[in-house]
Nanobody
Framework: QVQVMESGGGLVQPGGSLRLSCAASFGSFSMYNLRWYRQAPGKERELVAAITRGGNTYYPDSAKGRFTISRDNAKNTVYLQMNTVRPEDTAVYYC????????????WGQGTQVTVSS
């Protein structure tokens, strides 16, 4: 049974845009902090965006100014808008939903491939 499922990955040209979605099937979605990670072959998984249950966002330098994370609690979905993508953005992108303080849950999706190439 899949608790979170990423979608929206695919092939995109450098400078283009892509919107990833992550749909959650568990309850109390609004209580979770949400993150997007990515992992390229031979590299460690890295955080690319995070959003708290209060709506505060965080981005590392690699994504700042280009990526936007957002959430729609009514749809149990978190999004990653990727603009002006670069070849180095090529990776498998994973969705992570965490609420450890009260619900003690840590959900991971299986990933969606993003390939930036001309």
């Amino acid at each position: 049974q899949v608790q979170v499922m990423e979608s929206g990955g695919g092939l995109v040209q450098p400078g283009g845009s892509l919107r990833l979605s992550c749909a959650a099937s568990f309850g109390s979605f609004s209580m979770y902090n949400l993150r997007w990670y990515r992992q390229a072959p031979g590299k460690e998984r890295e955080l690319v965006a995070a959003i708290t249950r209060g709506g505060n966002t965080y981005y590392p330098d690699s994504a700042k100014g280009r990526f936007t994370i957002s959430r729609d609690n009514a749809k149990n979905t978190v999004y990653l808008q990727m603009n002006t993508v670069r070849p180095e953005d090529t990776a498998v992108y994973y969705c992570n939903a965490v609420e450890l303080a009260t619900l003690h849950q840590d959900y991971w999706g299986q990933g969606t491939q993003v390939t930036v190439s001309s």
